[in-house]
C-alpha cells in the first residue's frame, strides 16, 4: 500500500529573490512569504540558515533607497540585507507610495 504522508515534501519552498546589492556588496533580498531564515548559500553550497532579525540601524545607502522608516530585515550570520515581502501584510503600517 502507498503511503500519501510523504507527498507533501515534495513542494517546492518558497525562494528569497535578489534585489540587487550595496556599494559595499552586501545582498539585498526580498523575503519569502513567511520566510525567518536566510536562505542564502556560501560558495560550498552550505544553506546560511542565519536568523532573519528586524534591522533599525541602517545606512544612508537604504535610507535612500528604500526610506527612513522602512522595513528592513538582515541576516544574523551573514548581514544580507532582507525587504519583507510584498504579498505579506506590513507590520508597521506607514507604507507610503
Ligand atoms: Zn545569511
Not at 12 to 20: F, V
Not at 62 to 78: F, P, T
Request: hydrophobic share 30%.
Amino acid at each position: 500500500m502507498a503511503n500519501p504522508k510523504y507527498a507533501e515534501a515534495e513542494r517546492p519552498i518558497p525562494q528569497p529573490t535578489e534585489a540587487g546589492q550595496l556599494s559595499d556588496g552586501t545582498k539585498i533580498m526580498v523575503r519569502a512569504p513567511r520566510q525567518r531564515a536566510c536562505g542564502l548559500k556560501d560558495e560550498k553550497g552550505k544553506l546560511c540558515a542565519g536568523h532573519l532579525k528586524r534591522w533599525y540601524f541602517f545606512g544612508e545607502e537604504i535610507k535612500r533607497l528604500y526610506g527612513e522608516n522602512a522595513e528592513i530585515y538582515r541576516c544574523e550570520n551573514c548581514k544580507s540585507i532582507y525587504l519583507p515581502n510584498p504579498d505579506e501584510t506590513p507590520r508597521s503600517g506607514t507604507l507610503a507610495y
